[in-house]
């Protein structure tokens, strides 16, 4: 799948998770925080949608962006090779994300390699699912992870491990692009 391809698939996906829900645009939008116009845009593919707003929406349908790029592409094989591993990018902030091992229906455990561009951040309101695991490990650069009410300025080779049931937010140096791997797990 190419990306103008994935993009269409995921439209046509958050449309049907909607209404398999039996939601209006007007009762997501209340659920999510996003505009009823926007999210007819994105369904109708005429929008592509950014990181914080697939956070927003993952999250009123209480599942993970990882889950619903899942949903959008074809469950991996056992090895999945580097050049099979899914780049999805958010032009808007500067953050790509490369699902290394992205969920499978029978594992619980997946792996994302994340960049976010110097001088950016990305915020999410809420967890999608309360209580999922993170283990983030920073590769290189500098990146400042708000959990809740708490504050990590993390350095190359810094882990931070814990259960995401709030706010979250990721924010990189003014000079310096940060790129880390997330580990995730399901409770």
């Known amino acids: 799948m190419n990306s103008l391809q994935i993009e269409a698939a995921l439209a046509a996906r958050l449309k049907s998770l909607r209404l398999e829900r039996g939601l209006s645009l007007a009762e997501l939008s209340a659920r999510s925080g996003v505009s009823r116009a926007t999210l007819s845009r994105i369904e109708n593919g005429e929008v592509s949608p950014t990181a914080q707003v697939l956070g927003k929406l993952c999250s009123a349908f209480s599942m ?60 999410y309101d809420a967890s999608p699912i309360k209580g999922l695991e993170h283990y983030l490990l920073l590769i290189s650069g500098q990146l400042q992870v708000t959990i809740g009410d708490e504050i990590y300025t993390m350095n190359p080779g810094d882990v931070l491990r814990y259960k995401l049931q709030t706010n979250s937010g990721f924010v990189t140096s003014d000079q310096l692009a940060a790129k880390y791997l997330l580990v995730i797990t399901e409770p």
């Open 64 to 123: 993970t962006l990882s889950r619903l790029m899942l949903m959008v592409e074809q469950s991996p094989p056992a090895l999945i090779r580097q050049a099979q591993q899914r780049v999805w990018r958010d032009q808007e902030t500067g953050f790509s994300r490369r699902n290394v091992s992205p969920p499978a229906e029978d594992l619980s455990c997946e792996i994302i390699e994340c960049e976010l561009a110097a001088n950016s951040s990305i915020s």
